[in-house]
């Protein structure tokens, strides 16, 4: 075969490598956890749509960047990973770390945002918290869609007595009642909740986190954006976020978005707490 037509065409395979290769993804299909506020949940105005600090956090880093992206429902937080998986879609935007998903997905280091799990106990509590091991023979509880390090959630196991509740409402409310005598939940999505269904007054977070997983970006294996410069520039960005000051005020302002939805919705006021 002539040399030159075989230059050529390898000249023409290797153009969209090249085209990857600067960087020219230029739209990120997103989706993620849909009940997991402040840090995402399905926009109820839009419910094809998720909305919360994770996703802001994303769209600036992304726009940054010059890379649109969409933050998209794709059901319960199963169905989300399975959608990344196979590349239908192009990333999951709070990914906790886990070692048998590395087949699958990159991880962004640093996290997106870290979730410290807090201690919170009612104001009248007896319980005297400085480390995890305090806690042991009391009652406790923690939402069954807490993701927890791997190493804590078998300490947790072990050495601690918790009820699993459906929800994180269902977890403060045995807790106001006095049927547990503390609760393991998000430093923010605590609070988010406590506020939101009016437990402010009633309900106090210890101040020293028990647990400190990281919700990571997670680009899937199979996606067509995923190449070296993506994944470099997100990291650079991850990296720059701590400093930058953004982290806090996107949580704060979700946190404010998430009552005033659940303000909306005028839950249920709790009984009388048993003595």
Known sequence: MDLRLVWGLLGLSLLPGLSFAAGKCERLIVTGSPDAPPYLWQDPQNPKHLIGASADLLQQVAGELGIKVELLYAGKRSQALDEVR???????????????????????????????????????????????????????????????????????????????????????????????????????????????????????????????????????HNSACNDPWLRGQLAKKMTELPASGLTEAALLRNIERWKVQGSQQQPQPVSTPKQ
């Open 86 to 220: 196979s590349g239908r879609m192009d990333m999951l935007a709070d990914a906790p770390l886990a070692v048998n998903e590395l087949e699958n997905l990159d991880y962004i280091h640093p996290a997106l945002l870290e979730n410290d799990y807090l201690v919170w106990t009612r104001n009248d509590s007896l319980l005297v918290y400085n480390e995890a091991q305090d806690l042991h023979g009391h009652p406790g509880a923690l939402s069954e869609k807490a993701r927890v390090t791997s190493s804590f959630g078998t300490f947790a196991e072990q050495q601690l007595t918790l009820v699993r509740t459906p929800n994180l409402t269902q977890a403060f409310q045995k807790l106001l009642l006095g049927e547990v005598e503390f609760v393991l939940a998000g430093r923010y999505s605590g609070m988010a909740m406590v506020q939101t269904l009016g437990m402010a007054n009633d309900l106090m977070a210890h101040p020293q986190p028990i647990d400190k997983p990281g919700l990571y970006l997670a680009v899937s």
